[in-house]
């Protein structure tokens, strides 16, 4: 089993930035790599970077550019840099490992405003 702790989310206008964090912990050596989706109201979830623990690093066309995923593996943790948020970010953002199996993090909302 992985748990995973998510932080970071919040209110930001048009333009801002917002760092969102994800912590996994529990039977961690079986993590390939780590992931960000997102859930805006109504629609499905889609997915927003990837990061392998070799480094490699894949995003959806529309955040590159402005988001920056990373990875410290030794603390077993993932960050999402969100920079030029635009109000379209605005959803829950979910953290996803796989390896074994697949876990997902509780979610956290980052809400941009106009």
């Known amino acids: 089993q992985v748990q995973l702790v998510e932080s970071g989310g919040g209110l930001v206008q048009a333009g801002g930035s917002l760092r969102l964090s994800c912590a996994a912990s529990g039977s961690i050596f079986s993590i390939k790599a780590m992931d960000w989706y997102r859930q805006a109201p109504g629609k499905q979830r889609e997915f927003v970077a990837s990061?392998?623990?070799?480094?490699?690093?894949t995003y959806a066309g529309s955040v590159k550019g402005r988001f920056t995923i990373s990875g410290d593996n030794a603390k077993s943790t993932v960050y999402l840099q969100m920079n030029s948020l635009k109000p379209e970010d605005t959803a829950v953002y979910y953290c996803?490992?796989?390896?074994?199996?697949?876990?997902w993090g509780q979610g956290t909302q980052v809400t941009v405003s106009s």
């Open positions: 996803r490992v796989w390896g074994n199996a697949v876990y």
């Open positions: 990061r392998t623990n070799g480094g490699s690093t």
